[in-house]
Protein backbone atom coordinates (compact mmCIF):
# COMPACT_ATOMS: atom_id res chain seq x y z
CA UNK A 1 0.00 0.00 0.00
CA UNK A 2 1.23 3.54 -1.19
CA UNK A 3 1.18 6.04 1.37
CA UNK A 4 -1.54 8.31 -0.74
CA UNK A 5 -3.32 4.91 -0.38
CA UNK A 6 -2.98 4.98 3.41
CA UNK A 7 -4.23 8.38 3.25
CA UNK A 8 -7.48 7.95 1.41
CA UNK A 9 -8.40 4.93 3.46
CA UNK A 10 -7.63 7.02 6.75
CA UNK A 11 -10.36 10.20 5.83
CA UNK A 12 -12.94 7.36 4.54
CA UNK A 13 -12.17 5.94 8.16
CA UNK A 14 -13.21 9.32 9.80
CA UNK A 15 -9.94 11.03 10.07
CA UNK A 16 -9.70 15.37 9.15
CA UNK A 17 -6.68 16.86 8.07
CA UNK A 18 -4.87 18.62 10.78
CA UNK A 19 -1.77 20.19 9.63
CA UNK A 20 1.68 20.03 7.98
CA UNK A 21 4.93 18.64 9.63
CA UNK A 22 8.14 19.10 8.19
CA UNK A 23 7.45 15.63 6.32
CA UNK A 24 4.54 14.53 7.55
CA UNK A 25 0.97 15.29 7.72
CA UNK A 26 -1.28 15.03 10.54
CA UNK A 27 -4.93 13.77 10.66
CA UNK A 28 -7.05 13.63 13.70
CA UNK A 29 -10.21 11.34 14.25
CA UNK A 30 -13.11 13.42 16.31
CA UNK A 31 -14.92 11.04 17.36
CA UNK A 32 -11.77 8.61 18.98
CA UNK A 33 -9.58 11.50 19.51
CA UNK A 34 -6.95 9.07 17.64
CA UNK A 35 -3.94 11.24 15.42
CA UNK A 36 -1.78 9.58 12.75
CA UNK A 37 0.85 10.98 11.00
CA UNK A 38 1.42 10.56 6.93
CA UNK A 39 4.27 10.86 5.31
CA UNK A 40 4.33 12.65 2.20
CA UNK A 41 6.09 10.04 0.35
CA UNK A 42 2.98 9.52 -2.03
CA UNK A 43 4.18 7.03 -4.54
CA UNK A 44 6.25 5.30 -1.88
CA UNK A 45 5.27 1.87 0.08
CA UNK A 46 4.72 2.12 3.43
CA UNK A 47 6.97 -0.29 5.44
CA UNK A 48 5.01 -3.33 6.29
CA UNK A 49 5.60 -2.89 10.50
CA UNK A 50 4.84 0.53 10.43
CA UNK A 51 1.15 -0.44 7.98
CA UNK A 52 0.35 -2.77 10.74
CA UNK A 53 0.59 -0.19 13.48
CA UNK A 54 -1.11 2.19 11.47
CA UNK A 55 -4.38 -0.53 10.79
Do not use: C
Request: net charge positive; proline share 4%; no cysteine.
Amino acid sequence: MTWKELEIKAKVNGYVFVSHGKKHDKYENPETGSRIHIERHWSQEVRPGLLKVLI
